[in-house]
């Protein structure tokens, strides 16, 4: 079974900065990419980043561009979300994916119905 824990969540002031972990842990593991997604009340699930082992490529989604970077090893099944310069809007429920479905590039790394396990989240609390 793989599980993907997710840590480093908490309440932040705007303008502040937060580190989100993500490991991977459970039978041998590999994937395609790895990415974040959240989720805000009353809000849809949000595509925020991916990152694609093959070739190290990084996505964004527009409201986070500039500010979060993501990372990993893939090696360690491994990924970090950094965020910056954090705003009210982005709090949200964050969950970290992982994939090796058909398909790469930016279309469906973007896409939640592209990845095969999730976390169980980590809140952000951005206060203004």
């Known amino acids: 079974q793989v599980q993907l824990v997710e840590s480093g969540g908490g309440l932040v002031q705007a303008g502040g900065s937060l580190r989100l972990s993500c490991a991977v842990s459970?039978?041998?593991?590999?994937?395609?990419?790895m990415g974040w997604f959240r989720k805000a009340p009353g809000k849809e699930r949000e595509f925020v980043a991916a990152?694609?082992?093959?070739?190290?490529?990084?996505y964004y989604g527009d409201s986070v561009k500039g500010r979060f970077t993501i990372s990993g090893d893939n090696a360690k099944n491994t990924v970090y979300l950094q965020m910056n310069s954090l705003k009210p809007e982005d709090t949200a429920v964050y969950y970290c994916t992982a994939g090796n479905s058909a398909g790469g590039g930016s279309y469906y790394y973007t896409s939640e119905r592209w990845y095969e396990y999730w976390g169980q989240g980590t809140q952000v609390t951005v206060s203004s």
């Open positions: 990152i694609s082992w093959r070739d190290r490529s990084t």
């Open positions: 459970g039978r041998t593991f590999s994937s395609k990419a």
